[in-house]
Nanobody, 119 residues
Framework: QVRLVESGGGLVQVGGSLRLSCAAS????????VGWFRQTPRKERELVAT????????WYADSVKGRFSVSRDNAANMIYLQMTSLKPEDTARYYC????????????WGQGTQVTVSS
């Protein structure tokens, strides 16, 4: 079982930046794909970025493309989400999740970290 812990959230002004981190407890994590999701009480959970096990393949939702960047450091069991040019609509709780690429989807989730963008 992989335990994921997010950090780095907080309150930021419009146009500001934040870097979220996701720390994994197991070295097997390095073979998993990882996704960053976000959710607010009024919206369904949204997948915003993914990265494959080696970091060579990334994907972004249109809503964050060009502003967010996902990366990973497998030596440190860490995943990052660099967020720039933040907008009020980016306000949400952000979660990282791991997919063992076994066809069963994202089975390992962190507890999330809150990002609030003030205007």
């Amino acid at each position: 079982q992989v335990r994921l812990v997010e950090s780095g959230g907080g309150l930021v002004q419009v146009g500001g930046s934040l870097r979220l981190s996701c720390a994994a407890s197991a070295s097997t994590f390095t073979s998993y794909s990882v996704g960053w999701f976000r959710q607010t009480p009024r919206k369904e959970r949204e997948l915003v970025a993914t990265i494959n096990w080696g970091g060579s393949d990334t994907w972004y939702a249109d809503s964050v493309k060009g502003r967010f960047s996902v990366s990973r450091d497998n030596a440190a069991n860490m995943i990052y989400l660099q967020m720039t040019s933040l907008k009020p609509e980016d306000t949400a709780r952000y979660y990282c999740a791991a997919d063992e690429t076994d066809g069963l989807g994202y089975r390992h989730w962190g507890q999330g970290t809150q990002v609030t963008v003030s205007s």
